[in-house]
């Protein structure tokens, strides 16, 4: 089921809590001694610097898979940091070993991170707070990376980021995606309600998502249907791209939200009524787009605000998938407005070469 570590790091008696979930998201994938110690070292890196220089935040550990969406999906501990503080000046000043000025930066130990995770990034704007992400795999090499991953020429990229209502320790929402040849299918899944039972129907969906990757998304649709009879039930959104054809489809069932960024501007993709697993529709309208060199999808949950802002930073669209989904909920949400329920944010970025440098 859909496992979520999200600590609020107001002050520095939560840092051990931090450090302490990420030891805990390590044992629950099989992960080796040595990633357990470095995610355990980047959740403490990263939650220090949240207490010290960006007046608090908040850390969220996921499992999950590599962006990369041609690699072996081995399981991997995914730590965000996100935070509305003062932002920073100058990233790469921030990332150097020892670097630390509080009125310009969340200080020293992101070149620690960055160093030691297997994927790191990081965005920032001053005035508007930071986001960072790391990934740990099974043995870690503690080899140099880049703040922003060089992509692979392998094809489109996907990531998300899952949270759960009132810090509770399963969410009912939950995203996978999987490749078969050219198309690479993107899925967002809430379980009606919240807790564990709200979590056995979306991770149902996960599982049969995996039996379906060759069918179109209204035929996943009714696939994860039956997968999910047994279940409460879900609002399900499928997304797949044919890269052969620079085409993407879209079908939802229920409460999810979609939305795609071509040619500058947004289109909303619009999901059908209805609940898989309980109350399937006659008739599943399917959504074709082209997509381009500076396409983005997001898919997100009800759990997000219907009139969340679009990306800011038109730059954005370079970094990981997963710190896109990230910015998109820190934006979403405030101190003054918490999310009122599990939320997942799920995205589909363009491959190697095709977006802005």
């Not at 929402?173 to 299918?185: E, I, K, N």
């Not at 679009?310 to 997963?322: F, I, T, V």
Request: hydrophobic share 40%.
């Amino acid at each position: 089921m859909s496992r979520v570590w999200d600590i609020p790091l107001q002050d520095s008696t939560r840092v051990r809590d931090a450090r302490v979930a990420a030891e805990a998201a390590c044992a629950a994938s099989g992960m080796d001694a040595h990633s357990t110690a470095v995610a355990a070292l980047v959740a403490t890196e990263l939650a220090t610097n949240l207490v010290k220089h960006a007046n608090g935040g908040r850390i969220i550990i996921n499992l999950t898979g590599p962006a990369d969406t041609f690699a072996e999906a081995v399981p991997q501990v995914q730590i965000i940091s996100l935070d509305h503080g003062p932002g920073i000046d100058d990233i790469q000043a921030t990332l150097r070993d020892g670097y630390t000025t509080s009125a310009v930066s969340l200080g020293a130990g992101l070149g620690t991170c960055l160093r030691m995770a297997g994927d790191f990034d990081l965005h920032s704007l001053p005035g508007r707070g930071t986001v960072a992400m790391a990934r740990i795999g099974p043995s870690v090499a503690s080899a140099g990376r880049r703040s922003r991953p060089v992509r692979s020429a392998k094809g489109a990229r996907a990531g998300g980021v899952n949270t759960s209502l009132a810090h509770a320790e399963h969410s009912g929402d939950s995203f996978a995606w999987v490749r078969s040849g050219p198309r690479l299918t993107l899925m967002l899944a809430d379980g009606l309600g919240h807790g564990e039972a709200a979590a056995r129907a979306s991770t149902a969906a996960v599982n049969a998502l995996h039996g379906t990757a060759d069918r179109p998304p209204a035929e996943i649709l009714r696939q994860l249907h039956a997968a999910l009879h047994d279940t409460r039930g879900a609002a399900v959104g499928v997304a797949q791209l044919d890269e052969s054809r620079g085409r993407l489809s879209f079908a939802g069932i229920g409460n999810t939200g979609a939305r795609l960024r071509t040619g500058g501007s947004w289109h909303s993709l619009t999901s059908h009524p209805g609940i898989v697993g309980a109350h399937f529709p006659a008739r599943v309208p399917l959504h074709e787009q082209a997509w381009q060199v500076d396409s983005l999808l997001v898919l997100h949950s009800d759990g997000l605000p219907s009139r969340w802002e679009p990306l800011y930073d038109p730059e954005l669209q370079a970094h990981d998938p997963a710190l896109v989904a990230a910015v998109v909920l820190r934006d979403a949400g405030s101190a003054a407005r918490p999310l009122r329920d599990d939320t997942s944010v799920a995205v589909l970025a363009p491959g190697p070469g095709d977006g802005p440098p």
